[in-house]
């Protein structure tokens, strides 16, 4: 089955505790992309890569690193997180960069 | 950079009735307008797309429309039912800048 899996699904941490939030794809998609959504904000871009290597800021990147180093794998790392990143978070991946088809189920993230 | 507003925030019809929500968009480059359906405690998922070369894409219950000259596009479902109910993304995406979405409305379908 074509899917993008994020773990883990619910995260609570504390402030300043280094955290890794996984994104995997099995469609050999070559974009994939990291969202937050907040109530009343809708769906806002962190990151985005659209291949192995190449990846690049979104519209709310302050706070976040991503890597790809295989085609499959987009993980968002947060280094010192903050309460301001209780978020909902997902991640996308698409076969090309235009084609915006496929989320994940969504990672629920509270930073206290 | 490119700024979506989507209208209403929330819409609540009967079953059987027909839903309209609307988006505008502020980049004139602005080529695909992707829409997004979500439930409770999922991602989102597409429902129907459309590229800027057409006015108008259906669905089967579902249609998208496009103005390029007002930067509008419109989502209509009709005979919605019950399970219709989520909330609803419209987006932008100008070719060379992230995905930009709407605020989203919640749409509810009553029995």
């Known amino acids: 089955e074509a899917q993008v899996t994020q773990n883990p699904r619910y995260l609570i941490t504390v402030t300043g505790k280094k955290l890794t939030v996984t994104c995997s794809q099995n469609m050999n998609h070559e974009y994939m992309s990291w969202y937050r959504q907040d109530p009343g904000l809708g769906l806002r871009q962190i990151y985005y890569?659209?291949?192995?290597?190449?990846?690049d800021k979104g519209d709310v990147p302050e706070g976040y690193k991503v890597s790809r180093k295989e085609k499959r794998n987009f993980p968002l790392i947060l280094e010192s997180p903050s309460p301001n990143q209780t978020s909902l978070y997902f991640c996308?991946?698409?076969?090309?960069?235009?084609?915006?088809?496929?989320f994940g189920q969504g990672t629920r993230l509270t930073v206290v | 950079g490119e700024n979506v507003e989507q209208h209403p925030s929330t819409l609540s019809v009967q079953e059987g009735d027909s839903a309209v929500i609307k988006c505008t968009y502020s980049d004139s480059a602005s080529n695909y307008f992707p829409w997004y359906k979500q439930e409770l405690g999922k991602g989102p998922q597409l429902i129907i797309d459309?590229?800027?070369?057409?006015g108008e894409k259906k669905d089967q219950r579902i249609a998208v429309t496009l103005n390029k000259t007002a930067k509008h596009f419109s989502l209509h479902i009709t005979e919605t039912q019950p399970e219709d109910s989520a909330v609803y993304f419209c987006a932008a995406w100008a070719g060379y800048s992230t995905l930009t979405f709407g605020k989203g409305t919640m749409l509810l379908v009553s029995p």
């Open positions: 459309i590229r800027s070369n057409v």
């Open positions: 890569s659209m291949n192995v290597e190449v990846t």
């Open positions: 996308a991946s698409s076969l090309y960069i235009g084609d915006f088809s496929f």
